[in-house]
Nanobody, 124 residues
Framework: QVQLVESGGGLVQIGGSLRLSCAASGRTFNNYAMGWFRQAPGKEREFVAA????????YYTTSVRGRFTIPRDNAKNTVYLQMNSPKPGETAVYYC?????????????????WGQGTQVTVSS
């Protein structure tokens, strides 16, 4: 089992920055590729970003490319989502997820473990 706990959510203004953290425990963190997803009110959960086990490859949904990054610190068992210049439509609950094995995971079914989510509200 892997336990994931997100933190860092809150209110952020358009044009501001916010960094979400996801702390993992229970298994060897660098055995897992990680991802971030989000679910806005009334919408399905969607993929945001993913990173491989060693951090050598990342992938982003088109709408956040160039604004968000997904660094990870394997020594701290933590993956982050750095959100720069968020937009109002990106108000959502943000979830981190872990998947065993190599490679990136782009769909929900690729992931084995999920955190409880953290609320991000983008305001003007």
């Amino acid at each position: 089992q892997v336990q994931l706990v997100e933190s860092g959510g809150g209110l952020v203004q358009i044009g501001g920055s916010l960094r979400l953290s996801c702390a993992a425990s229970g298994r060897t963190f660098n055995n897992y590729a990680m991802g971030w997803f989000r679910q806005a009110p009334g919408k399905e959960r969607e993929f945001v970003a993913a990173i491989t086990r060693g951090g050598g490859r990342t992938y982003y949904t088109t709408s956040v490319r160039g604004r968000f990054t997904i660094p990870r610190d394997n020594a701290k068992n933590t993956v982050y989502l750095q959100m720069n210049s968020p937009k109002p439509g990106e108000t959502a609950v943000y979830y981190c997820a872990a998947r065993g094995g190599s490679g990136l995971g782009l769909g929900e079914s690729s992931y084995d473990y999920w955190g409880q989510g953290t609320q991000v509200t983008v305001s003007s």
